[in-house]
């Protein structure tokens, strides 16, 4: 059964202008989504992964531009939307919590004041209503003593609470979608494990859909059932989070999921693979990846591959063009 999805991102294209130069970092970026479901979009550092996720909702930097593409939002052109309209979706029907958590918390406000204004913002109801609203959301969230947290500062809190409270915001007003970007880094490994626990039983109770944006593998495979795999502004691989796992397509994926299981555990970063990522905006006119492709043809340095759709997985790679194809 095909259902109709959420969201629906259609070749979004973002540069930035720097010394009348326009640097494409995000180069066609296409995808569906659909409701409960959660999406991961991982790739290493610079890959595009966060400015895609604020291109959805507008909220990028002055230097950079939307040079095309669309997103729909239950078949609404949010690229299109005024400024009003975007400000009705976000945080009500799209919430994001950011990778920068100071860009969330305001530090000069209780943590009460935060959530009830977050409340009140979109909804008619009372202080009192709202009071209660926002010790129900840190409760569930997992603060121990919410009504007397409420009236804590976020400096009073630890980075897993802050981590909590951010939760907390994003799902104040049960948003369709939550976008969650890098929302585990700044925690040690344990806390990680209790924060994603708790975002994937929020997001089955309240049948949101997730972009969960993360660099760390072993993040994705405990969260996704999609996986997205960003590399230069382009997607190299999109399949369920199983055949991801079990049956990686791409060489760029197939080494990331290599050098996972050859490493410990506590990297914070992708593992390494031989040589370095490209340079946004100065794109090659093959694959990005080529350069560090061990399997890499003639033909991956001068042409980029489209994506070749394979059953449930599509993949951006010459290796696995169908035979008898034109391209
Ligand atoms: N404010 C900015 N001005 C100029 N370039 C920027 C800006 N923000 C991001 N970029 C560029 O856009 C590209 C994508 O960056 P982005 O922040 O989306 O990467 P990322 O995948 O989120 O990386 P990370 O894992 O480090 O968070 C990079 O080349 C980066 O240098
Ligand atoms: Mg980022």
């Known amino acids: 059964m095909s259902v109709s999805p959420i969201l629906e991102v259609r070749n979004l294209q973002i540069s930035f202008v720097e010394q009348n130069r326009n640097r494409l970092v995000l180069r066609g970026l296409s995808y569906s989504l659909e409701k409960g479901r959660v999406l991961a979009v991982v790739g290493e550092s610079g890959s595009g992964k966060t400015v895609h996720a604020l291109g959805l909702l507008s909220l990028l930097p002055a230097a950079a531009r939307i040079s095309g593409g669309e997103v729909r939002y239950k078949g609404q052109n ?14 009500a029907k799209i919430a994001m919590i950011f990778q920068d958590p100071s860009a969330s918390l305001n530090p000069v406000l209780t943590v009460g004041q935060q959530l009830i204004e977050t409340l009140r913002a979109h909804e008619s109801i009372s202080k009192e209503e709202a009071a209660r609203k926002a010790i129900e959301l840190l409760d569930k969230v997992g603060i121990p003593n919410p009504e007397k947290r409420l009236d804590e500062y976020p400096f009073q809190f630890s980075g897993g609470m802050c981590q909590r409270v951010m939760i907390a915001m994003a799902l104040a007003l049960k ?38 944006i993360t660099h ?31 049956h990686p397509l791409h060489p760029y994926t197939q080494g990331l999921l290599g050098s996972l299981v050859s490493v410990s555990r506590k990297t914070e970063h992708l593992p390494a693979i031989p040589g370095n990522p490209p340079i946004a905006g100065e794109p090659l006119p093959g694959c990005p990846f080529a350069p560090r492709c061990s399997q890499a043809t003639e033909k991956c340095s001068q042409k980029l591959p489209p994506l070749f759709a394979k059953g449930s997985c599509y993949v951006r790679c010459w290796l696995e063009e169908p035979h008898g194809s034109t391209h």
């Open 216 to 246: 760390n593998l072993a993040l994705a495979a405990a969260i996704a059932d999609d996986v997205l795999v960003l590399y230069g502004g382009l997607c190299m691989e999109q399949a369920p989070a199983e055949k991801l796992f079990t």
């Open 78 to 91: 949010l690229l299109a939307c005024s400024a009003e309209q975007l400000r009705q979706i976000r945080g």
């Open 175 to 212: 948003p369709d979608i939550l976008i969650a970007d890098e929302p585990t880094t700044a925690l040690d490994v344990t806390i990680q494990a209790q924060i994603l626990r708790l975002m994937k039983d929020l997001q089955q109770e309240y049948g949101m859909a997730v972009i969960f």
